[in-house]
C-alpha cells in the first residue's frame, strides 16, 4: 500500500516561513508528477505548486516568488519552502503524487498564519 506522509505545517506569524515535506512510501516503481493543493474553509482544493520527475515546475500565482517546490527522487520526497506567508495563505495543505500512473494523496497538513 503506497501512503504519502506529509509533515512540517503549523502555525506561524505572516511574513515568516515554513517548510512542509511529504515522503512517500509502500510499494512503488515510479514516481511521475508530485505537488501540493491547499484547502481553506469554504473554498475549492487548489494547486499550489507542482513539478515532475524531470524537475520542472509550476505554480499557482499567488504563491509564485514566494514558494518554491523540490524533490528528492531517491527519497521519493517533495518539499514546499514557503515564505513571506500571508494570512491568505491558511489552509490545510495535501501533497499529492502520482505512483505508478494513480493518483494519490496525503492526509492533509494544517498551515495556520496569524497576523
Known amino acids: 500500500q503506497v501512503q504519502l506522509v506529509e509533515s512540517g505545517g503549523g502555525l506561524v506569524q505572516a511574513g515568516g516561513s515554513l517548510r512542509l515535506s511529504c515522503a512517500a512510501s509502500?510499494?512503488?516503481?515510479?514516481?511521475?508528477?508530485m505537488g501540493w493543493y491547499r484547502q481553506a474553509p469554504g473554498k475549492q482544493r487548489e494547486l499550489v505548486a507542482r513539478?515532475?520527475?524531470?524537475?520542472?515546475?509550476n505554480y499557482a500565482d499567488s504563491v509564485k516568488g514566494r514558494f518554491t517546490i523540490s524533490r528528492d527522487n531517491a527519497k521519493n520526497t517533495v518539499y514546499l519552502e514557503m515564505n513571506s506567508l500571508k494570512l491568505e495563505d491558511t489552509a490545510v495543505y495535501y501533497c499529492?503524487?502520482?505512483?505508478?500512473?494513480?493518483?494519490?494523496w496525503g492526509q492533509g497538513t494544517q498551515v495556520t498564519v496569524s497576523s
Open positions: 499529492h503524487a502520482v505512483v505508478d500512473s494513480r493518483a494519490r
Open positions: 513539478i515532475t520527475r524531470g524537475g520542472s515546475t
Open positions: 509502500g510499494s512503488i516503481l515510479s514516481i511521475d508528477s
